[in-house]
């Protein structure tokens, strides 16, 4: 209720990340980063918070694009360095007061697991690698703790838009140990709203409507 003025923006870290075929993060493009910190500099001249979102499934040709083969088993060097690189990230920006909230994945159960019935690639966009919902949940909780170790005081969250509208008695397990809060997405032409105070015990959002 007192977040003020605020904005949800994606960063699509992949596009600040320098990529290597084998080992996938290779470092950052220090220009991009320092271009963050200018936006970051914006808002607070302006008065405005951040709600921002770190990863996401985009279109596959996006260079903002999260490259979801990392988390297929058999790429365990390009899972850890995408680790790597959001804790570099986070140690030199989750601290800022800019930014009110980490989207750590937008919409993942979503975009890498099969709770949205999108197809696996190759296959018109939007696909999932539908991936099983404890890979997921693996991936999240790997993320979370890193993000925490890096900016110990922020606020993370994996927003979601199957799970906890959809599901009148939604599974919490997919995300009480790998979020601080909620970011709740609807997409419904007839919206209702869920008590969700009494259901999810922790702060909400509704970041996408």
Known sequence: ???????????GLDQTIVWSAKQ????????AL????QALDMFDARGLKAI????????VGSSGNFHFEAL????????????????????RFGMRQTVIGWDLFNEAYNSLGPDGGLPKPPHQDPVSPNYSDQVVHDWLRDLYQTAK?????????????????????????????????????????????????????????????
């Open 1 to 11: 209720h007192n977040l003020g003025r605020v904005l949800r923006i994606f960063v």
């Open 34 to 37: 320092q271009h963050f910190g």
């Open 72 to 91: 297929d088993g058999n790429h365990p060097i390009m899972r850890r360095n995408y680790l790597i690189a959001t804790g570099e990230f986070l140690r």
């Open 149 to 209: 170790r890096a900016a110990p005081t922020a606020q993370f969250t994996a927003s979601d838009t199957t799970e906890l509208y959809w599901n009148p008695d939604p599974d919490l397990t997919k995300y009480q140990d790998v979020v601080d809060f909620y970011d709740i997405h609807i997409y419904d032409d007839n919206p209702r709203y869920p008590d969700w105070k009494s259901i999810l015990h922790k702060p909400y959002i509704v970041g996408e409507a």
């Open 24 to 31: 996938g993060f290779d470092g950052f493009d220090e220009p």
């Open 52 to 59: 921002v979102v770190l990863y996401d499934q985009e279109v």
